[in-house]
C-alpha cells in the first residue's frame, strides 16, 4: 500500500528527511519558506540534545530535560508533516523509501538522510550488552541504571575482591563523551554519593579512562589535549592511553596482557553508521559514511543529500568533524540547496565554518580550541555552561536544566539518581 | 547464607522495614533517635511521591522529578541501613526474612511491613498488559508511552473507525487516580497537542470514564462527588456510572453489553495487596490487608507491623483510607511504639487524624474535604498545588516541579512528551 501523505492537495515537491537529529532538523527549518511539503521521519518522537546526554548517564539531568517532541518544535512550519516510524529501506532509482514493516511507501523528489549514527564495537557486537554506548535516552536510562547500581551491589558485597570490582567504572574511549564521562563521575564519588552508603566509601571508586591512541581528545589540539590529561588525573581518574581493549566480560575487561576486575564498563569508542547509508549505491568510508559531493548530495543523484554522522565531508582538506554545529551547518545547506535547485538557482558547495571546540571535563575544568585562541580552566567551563543552555530549545528545558545546573553546583548533590527498568537483576548477572 | 548488616558491632535491637512508601520511611524517621538499627529494604532505589505520579503519566512531570533515593532521604539517619533488594519470604516464627533468590537472609526484632499494593483486575490478570495501572514510576511511563503513541497513530490512519478508537481514551475507575488522570487529558488534547498535528484534530480525543458505582470520587461527600462529575463533563469527559468492565481487548473495551473501540486504557480500579502478607499467618480482609490490632501489630505477634496500603486498620468505627497522610500517620506510630516497647514503656494505639481530603480534577477544578468545610472550584485548586509542593521531598524537586507547573499554567504545553523505550510496536500490536 502506498502511503498518503498530508497536503494531499497539493502537487509541490515533497522533501522526505529521515532522521530528527541536529541536521535533520535545520534541513527541515531552512525549508521553512519553500514551496514544498516536508517530511521528517524519526524513530522517536523527540529531537534529543546529545551533547547533554552523559548528564543523564551521571544523574544530573532527566531525558525530558534535554529532548523536546520534533512535532512541537515544528509545529508552526505548516508545510512540515512528521511521521513516528523506522525507515528500513531505500529506492534512489523509484525514489520511495519504506517505512517499518513494508507496509508504508513515501515518494519523494528530494531526499534527505540524516539517520546518525551508532558506537562502534569493532567487530565485536557482542560487547554491546556488557559495554553499553551512549547514543539515546535509553542508552543514558541503561547507563544511569548501571552507574547507581554499582554502588548498590558494592554496598551489600561481602567479598572484598567482588567489591572493589563493583566500585571500579571502566570507560572505553577518550573522545568528548569518555572524557565528559570519566570527568563527571569522581565529583559524584566523592561528594554526592558519600553520605548515603554505610558499608563502602564511596570516595575510593576507580574510575579508569581507556583510550586506543595516544592522547585524549584527540580531535583537539595536543596542548589543550595534555591539559585534559592533567585535569582528569586530578579528578583522581586514571588515564590509560594506548590501551586497546581486546576483551570484555560480565566480572573484568581484557586490554592487552591487563586485567581490569570490573562491572561497569562504558563505551564511548568509534562511530558506525546507520545501516540505510549501504541502500544508496553510493561510495562509502571505512566506517560506512557517504562520501558526499561538494553540495553534500550523492554522486549521480543529485536529489539525494546526506548529511550530519552519516556523512563523509571534505571542506578545504579537511574532513568535517562529527560535531553538532557541522551537522546544524549541513542541515541548513542542503535546506537551502534544495529552495535554490527549486528556484532555479545554482547550488552552493557546502562551506563548514568552525566556531570553535569546547569539552568539559569536571567543575571548573573545561578546553577551548577557538583556532588561535587556546584555553582551558574556569573560564572555559563556564562558557561551555552558557553555550550549552543558549543551544537547548525551549524555555522549559533552559529553566530546568538551569535549576539542576544550580542545585549540583551549589550542594555537590545530583537530582536524578534514579534507578529504572528491571531493577533488582541487571542482564549481566 | 545469613547476611550481615552494617553495623556490627552493635548487639541493638534490629528494626527491618519493608518499603520506602509514605509508611515505611516515616517508620524509619520515627527510630531516629532511637537504640536501634533500622533496616529498610526496598525494591528500587527511590521514595516515590505517588500522588503526582499521574502527572508523570500525562506528560507533565519528569520521573525523577518525583522521585529521590531512598538512602539520601536517611542520609543524615546514621542508625539507618538501606537495603536495595525484593524481599520473597517471611517467617515470624524465626524472626527471619528472606531477600532476593533465598541466599540472603535477615534477622529481625522487629519487623515494620510496609509493602504498599498493586491494582486489582478482579480475577483478569490478563487485562494488565492491555491496561496498565498507576503504582510505580515504570508504570507512569508506560502510560506516558501509549498516551503519546495514541495521537501519534490517530495521525498516521488512514482508516476512520480505527483513528477514533485511537483517538479514544479509557480509564477505568473514578477515584482519585482515575479522575485525576481522566481530567487532564483534555486540557492536553485541546491545548498543548492541538498545532502539532496534521491531519487529527486532538481536540476530538475522547477520553471516557468508567465508574463501577454509581458516583465518582467514592471517598468524598456525595455533594463533592456531584461537583467533580460536573467538572469533569464539563472538561468534555464522558462519565458512565454503574458501569462494570466485562472485557479488555487490544481494540476495544466491553461494558457490560456496550463497547467502546479504543486502544489506549488505564487502569485505576481497585487495589490488591502485596502477597507478603500472606506470609504472616495473620487474618486478611477481602483484598489480602491484614487485620491489624490497635497498635498496628498483628495478633500474636507484637514484635511485627503492618502498615500503610497493606494493612486494614480500624480508628473508632470507621476503616482507615489508603491516602498518603494514614501511611504516614501509621509509619510514625509503629515506629514510636517500637521505641516505647524498648523503653519499657505501654503502646499507644493508633490514631489517624483526618487532616482533610484534597482532589484535583483539572485547571482551577478540585474538590476539597475538611469535615464540615467542603469546596471545590478555583480556590481548592491552588491549594491542592501548594500542599503538594510543600510535602515533596527536597528543594530541587520543588523548584523543577515547580518550573514545569508555571510552564503548564502559562503556556498549556506539557514539557515532558517524551516516549522512551520500545517506542514503534507497542506489546499490543
Known sequence: MTFSVAHPATRRPHVVIVGGGF???????????????????????????????????????????????????????????????????????????????????????????????RHSYFAHPEWESLAPGLKSVEDAAEMRRRFLLSFERAELCDDEVERAAYQTIVIVGAGPTGVELAGAIPDIARKALRRDFRRIDTRQTRVILLEGGDRVLPSFPESLSERARHDLEALGVEVRLNSLVTGVHPDRVYVGDATIRTHTVFW???????????????????????????????????????????????????????????????????????????????????????????????RHRAVADFGRLRFGGRFAWWLWLTIHIMYLIGFRNRATVLIEWAYAYFTYQRGVRLIMGSERTPDRD
Chains 1, 2 share one sequence.
Request: glycine residues 10%.
Open 268 to 362: 564511548a569508542a568509534g562511530n558506525v553508521v546507520s545501516p540505510l547509508t549501504r541502500m544508496l549505491g553510493a561510495p562509502l568510508d571505512k566506517v560506512g559514511r557517504v562520501m558526499v559531493e561538494p553540495d553534500l548530495s550523492i554522486p549521480g543523484h543529485p536529489e539525494v543529500f546526506v548529511i550530519g554522522d552519516a556523512a563523509h565531508v571534505v571542506c578545504g582538506e579537511r574532513t568535517v568533524p562529527g560535531v553538532a554545529p557541522a551537522a546544524m551547518q549541513q542541515g541548513k545547506s542542503a535546506g537551502r540547496n534544495i529552495a535554490r535547485t527549486l528556484a532555479g538557482k545554482k547550488r552552493v558547495p557546502f562551506d563548514y565554518l568552525n566556531k570553535g571546540d569546547l569539552a568539559t571535563i569536571g
Open 23 to 117: 541536521a535533520g532538523l535545520h534541513a527541515a527549518r531552512a525549508l521553512r519558506d519553500s514551496p514544498v511539503k516536508v517530511t521528517l521521519v524519526d524513530r522517536t518522537n523527540h529531537h534529543l540534545f546529545q551533547p547533554l546526554l552523559y548528564q543523564v548517564a551521571t544523574a544530573s539531568l532527566s531525558p525530558g530535560d534535554i529532548t523536546a517532541p520534533i512535532r512541537w518544535i515544528l509545529r508552526r512550519q505548516q508545510n512540515a508533516f512528521v511521521i513516528l516510524g523506522e525507515v528500513t529501506g531505500i529506492n534512489v532509482e523509484s525514489r520511495t523509501i519504506v517505512l517499518d514493516s513494508a507496509c508504508r511507501t513515501l515518494t519523494y523528489d528530494f531526499l534527505v538522510l540524516a539517520p546518525g549514527g
